[in-house]
């Protein structure tokens, strides 16, 4: 019963995904007019938004299908095998972990608002005195 419901609702993500993925491309489409015709590299926003949605999903399945494989193996393989037990702790917490980082990623704002907190906290530590760790070197000011 468990495995049925798992299906519906897998599948309703990837319906939901697909929805607004399909919304995303004619919203696109209905906007291309308004844009101009320049040369960009950059990808358009629905676009960057479709690669991060299917992203997410794509990582949710990948981490709920390896989820799902160590907790079936686990009445074959010694339930106490630290190893085991590591793996399965993250692919439970890995999609909460790495898609939290794929929306930062995604987010030009967010970079750049880290970025500059970031260069802030160096400066600051920086007329401290205090060592400052860049790329595992340690440089005293």
Do not use: W
């Not at 702790?89 to 939290?100: D, F, I, P």
């Not at 970031?118 to 400066?123: C, I, P, S, Y």
Request: hydrophobic share 45%; proline share 3%; net charge positive.
């Amino acid at each position: 019963m468990g495995i049925l419901r798992d299906i519906f609702l897998m599948g309703l993500m990837v319906l939901s995904s697909g929805y607004m993925v399909a919304l995303l491309c004619r919203h696109k489409r209905q906007c291309q007019h308004l844009h101009t015709t320049s040369l960009s590299l950059r990808a358009s926003p629905e676009l960057r938004a479709t690669r991060t949605i299917l992203l997410l999903m794509g990582l949710f399945v990948l981490m709920y299908f390896v989820d799902c494989v160590f907790s079936s193996s686990s009445g074959q393989m010694h339930s106490e095998d630290p190893t085991r037990l590591g793996v399965q702790m993250l692919a439970g917490n890995g999609y909460a972990t790495l898609s939290a980082l794929i929306l930062i990623c995604a987010d030009p704002q967010t970079l750049r608002f880290l970025q500059c907190t970031l260069e802030k906290e160096r400066k600051y530590l920086c007329r401290a005195g205090r060592p400052v760790i860049l790329s595992s070197h340690i440089i005293y000011f």
